[in-house]
């Protein structure tokens, strides 16, 4: 049962346009969200997060937006950079105050192109 | 920042043996470290979640005495595999959350571990 699904296992984009890069999940007891970014052999590094609170946070290049009622969440990257180019999962949680457990979907290949 | 590192960061062994895999959160304490396990093309499934002095929590389908976790200090969690056998090929990730930082559920993970049995 695949609770978190990213349903594009690949996505290509120019260099400078918009990388949007999309998620669901079909557990609505998840609270908190976040993106992780991982290049093969390595593991995965934190990007954004989102509380279930809000709709949207910003960091940089780095915006996530967060549809509740359609259990739906998007990574937007603008400008997209070659240094871009990995592998990105999306992650959920339920926060039960203490340390939660990620369930993560099965990532999106982004590669940006010159 | 955070770091957490993994040794070793590859690990080839003969089937039948064990294997430890050692996970150390550098600059911070974690009460909590989380062992993750990714097949190729697949997604990180969590293992089992790694309590500083007590025993750790396995996920449903993860036998726990295949695969060993040790908590003993705030910095350090191990994972042995024991009797390793070639299905048990994977790469290895662990995670520590600093839960000191106040960030959210915000978890720093290791480079890996690439374990192959032959």
């Known amino acids: 049962d695949q609770q978190v699904k990213q349903n594009s296992p690949s996505l290509s984009v120019q260099e400078g346009r918009i990388s949007i890069l999309n998620c669901d999940y079909t557990n609505s007891m998840f609270d908190y969200f976040l993106w992780y970014k991982k290049y093969p052999a390595e593991g995965p590094t934190f990007l954004i997060s989102i509380s279930s609170i809000k709709d949207k946070n910003e960091d940089g290049r780095f915006t996530v937006f967060l549809n509740k009622s359609a259990k739906h969440l998007s990574l937007h990257i603008v400008p997209s950079q070659p240094g871009d180019s990995a592998v990105y999962f999306c992650a959920a949680s339920r926060n039960t105050g203490t340390a939660s457990k990620l369930t993560f979907g099965t990532g999106t290949r982004l590669q940006v192109t010159l | 920042g955070a770091v957490v590192s993994q040794h070793p960061s590859r690990v080839i062994c003969k089937s039948g043996t064990s294997v430890k895999i050692e996970c150390r959160s550098l600059d911070f304490q974690a009460t909590t470290m989380f062992w993750y396990r990714q097949f190729p093309k697949q997604s990180l499934m969590l293992m089992a979640t790694?309590?500083?002095?007590?025993?750790?929590?396995?996920e449903q389908g993860v036998e726990k005495d295949k695969f060993l976790i040790n908590h003993a200090s705030l910095t350090l969690s191990t994972l042995t595999v024991t009797s390793a056998h070639p299905e048990d090929s994977s790469f290895y990730i662990c995670?520590?959350?600093?839960?000191?930082?106040?960030?959210?559920?915000?978890?720093?993970f290791g480079p890996g571990t690439r374990l192959t049995v032959l």
């Open positions: 790694s309590n500083e002095g007590s025993k750790a929590t396995y």
């Open positions: 995670s520590a959350y600093p839960a000191s930082r106040g960030e959210g559920d915000t978890q720093y």
